[in-house]
């Protein structure tokens, strides 16, 4: 196709929304390299072909190559996301694999309230700003991470009576939402809000403070601030069919019963290579969460192998056999839309002391790395 019919294809993607939504479907014939590619038509057609700058900016990146992990998630409609730290990615090898491998990105903590609100009252958006920019110059989704957690609450919120308590909660959600509008794919709205047992809602400052419906309201507020986005609840605990996972069900069913705007769930699969859930039972839960008309994404995956027994390399074999295994029942189950990785170098990540990711420290492909591409390729 000539890059005139390209990016003529690519304004009706972009100006018609019932070809837009259907464009990470696996069903459609229009995929993410399409829209990539049809954009990057666009820009040269307004940069001239040569691909100069034109007069906003530097030419963007060449179309992923077909032998990346976004590429091959893209030919099966999900998305294969990573996150990422904005000061991280103007180094050239982690830019390099930031940008050829993922098309969705997580900020890892710089959209969390405690980064973006640290005094009250200053909203400090540069660092999420950056990712965003970053992603749309690499033809990448975003998602915002995350509104709600009791794990980012900034320390000038918890002394606040009630009243100034909802009135910063509803304020935090409007202009947060407000800022990234149109940019973000999916926010996790509410994160981590179930008891680690299962046994209710968690004991957080946020329940104190406006009662268990504050998960419900911030949903309704997240929805009237962003009317495009995705809205999901993201957990952890609750990937295979556990007591949590059942509380999770009960959660986000009686959102929907009640009216309330929820779209997808995140399940976060922080898991051990010898102790992880059953694919069986991760996707009998997927399963019966898209029964409710959701969206599920794996959302922080990550796979530890320190204190594993044997050698090296049955760790990182046993690492590969994880990621394959657990991707291949996001394949497998058509409502599962993304699957993000909490990082993609063991140069950088939260757990420290493993090496729980796709890449070494040098950012070379561990094996792990084949195991995700075999599982995106349906093999
Ligand atoms: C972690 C980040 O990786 C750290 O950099 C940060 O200091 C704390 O949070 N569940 C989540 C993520 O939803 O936001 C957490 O990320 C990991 C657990």
Redesign the pocket.
Same mark, same amino acid.
């Given at each position: 196709m000539g890059f005139v019919h390209q990016a003529i294809s690519a304004l009706r993607i972009i100006l018609n929304p019932s070809i837009r939504k259907s464009s990470i479907n696996p069903q459609s014939s229009f995929n993410e390299s399409t829209i990539v590619a049809a954009l990057l038509s666009i820009t040269l057609a307004a940069c001239g072909s040569d691909g100069s700058p034109g007069p906003s900016g530097p030419s963007p990146q060449p179309p992923a190559s077909s032998d990346t992990l976004r590429a091959a998630a893209s030919a099966q409609g999900r998305l294969l996301g990573t996150?990422v730290q904005s000061s991280f990615l103007s180094n050239g090898q982690y830019d390099a694999v930031a940008g050829r491998e993922f098309s969705y990105l997580t900020a890892? &903590?710089e959209m969390?309230w405690n980064s973006l609100e640290p005094s009250p009252g200053a909203d400090t958006f540069g660092a999420g700003d950056a990712i965003v920019a970053y992603a749309m110059s690499r033809g990448q989704r975003v998602k915002g991470?995350?509104l709600v957690?009791h794990?980012?609450t900034p320390s000038w919120l918890n002394s606040l009576p009630q009243a100034e308590f909802r009135n910063a909660f509803e304020r935090h959600i409007r202009t947060v939402m407000g800022h990234y509008q149109g940019r973000i794919h999916a926010w996790?709205v509410v994160?981590?809000a179930i008891a680690d047992d299962g046994s209710g809602l968690r004991d957080t400052v946020y329940r104190q403070k406006l009662g268990d419906t504050y998960i419900a309201d911030a949903f309704r507020l997240a929805r009237a601030a962003d009317p495009q986005a995705r809205l999901f609840y993201?957990d &952890?605990g609750g990937e295979g069919m556990s007591a949590k996972a059942g509380r999770i069900y009960d959660l986000v069913s009686d959102l929907i019963s009640k009216g309330v705007p929820i779209d997808g769930v995140g399940l976060?699969m922080?898991v051990s290579a010898n102790n992880r859930p059953s694919d069986d039972s991760i996707a009998a839960n997927m399963r019966r969460l898209a029964g409710l008309g959701l969206t599920i994404h794996i959302s922080?995956m990550d796979v530890r192998i320190a204190g594993l027994p044997g050698t090296e390399q049955m760790r990182l074999d046993a690492q590969k056999a994880a990621f394959h295994d657990i991707v291949r029942v996001c394949v497998l189950e058509p409502r599962c839309e993304a699957i993000t990785f909490?990082?993609f170098t063991d140069a950088h990540t939260?757990l420290t002391g493993d090496t729980p990711l796709l890449f070494n420290q040098q950012y070379a492909a561990k094996p792990a790395y084949t195991g995700v591409l075999d599982a995106l390729r349906g093999k």
């Open positions: 996150a890892e &903590y969390k991470h995350t957690w794990g980012s996790d994160n981590e993201n &952890y976060q922080h922080e909490w990082g939260w």
